[in-house]
């Protein structure tokens, strides 16, 4: 297991925001919580990779917009946000160096990572903000014939997808319902009583990584029979980040 991120430049606090107010961003915070979140990755068996930072680019710690990776296929997005698209550049160049298939999106597609959900072969991907019809489309003539099942969904309230819902092990889909526009679109739906609830990455052995501000949601979590790993990312939550975002999770070439 490898897990591609990238440290935070020093333009961070000029980061993009688009549902919530700007704040200031605490730099000097804000590197010792991605230190803390890396190394717990470490902790969990990941095999961390530093794509080299992008200082001119605010927004290049939230690495998981850059690409989508499906089985051997990585596909490297086309940011929504004009000012995000050389943040690709070296990403690509790193995961290719790692043996991916590269594909592309294509102008006029535009598509961010941080929009779309795999849970198993189904591909959920966000019409929203930064992703348009044409970037779905792409994505899909790119992983339907690898097996996927590419599902659009509406997206107005949040970000990214990936503010909205993210998913369990066991494949159900957790959300805070006032981020998600139609719960109904997934089979299997809990709500979580927490924004930051519905925001977790699969470390393995059932170990789910959470944003430490909300702890009723890892409660609830927990007596699931899941184990929340906490960690503090309060300085990127200000710039609509989340535990998905800092990093892009690779679970092996022959595994997706």
């Not at 897990?3 to 935070?8: D, E, F, I, K, T």
């Not at 959300?175 to 519905?198: H, I, K, N, Q, Y």
């Amino acid at each position: 297991m490898k897990a591609l991120v990238r440290r935070p430049g020093p333009r961070l606090p000029e980061g993009l925001v688009t549902h919530v107010h700007r704040v200031p961003v605490d730099l000097a915070r804000a590197h010792r919580q991605w230190q803390d979140y890396v190394e717990i990755l470490q902790w969990a068996g990941w095999e961390t990779i530093e794509v080299p930072e992008a200082g001119d680019c605010p927004d290049a710690v939230f690495i998981e917009d850059t690409m989508v990776v499906y089985k051997n296929v990585a596909v490297i997005a086309r940011p929504g946000a004009e000012s995000r698209r050389p943040e690709i550049i070296d990403a690509e160049k790193t995961v290719e160096s790692l043996g991916y298939s590269i594909n592309r999106i294509r102008p006029p597609g535009t598509l961010d990572g941080g929009d779309v959900l795999k849970v198993g072969d189904t591909v959920y991907v966000a019409r929203g903000g930064r992703t348009n019809a044409e970037g779905i489309s792409q994505l899909r003539a790119i992983l339907e014939p690898i097996g996927a099942t590419v599902v659009a969904v509406p997206l107005t309230k949040v970000l990214h997808l990936k503010s909205a819902v993210t998913a369990l092990p066991d494949g159900t889909v957790v959300g805070w319902p006032p981020a998600v526009d139609d719960p109904r679109l997934f089979p299997r739906f809990l709500a979580t009583p927490e924004e930051s609830g519905a925001h977790v990455v699969l470390l393995g052995n059932d170990r789910l990584l959470m944003s430490a501000d909300c702890p009723q949601s890892a409660a609830l979590y927990a007596s699931l029979g899941y184990e929340p790993v906490i960690v503090d990312i309060g300085e990127f939550i200000k710039l609509e980040g989340c535990v998905t975002c800092l990093s892009v999770r690779l679970r092996g070439l022959h595994h997706k």
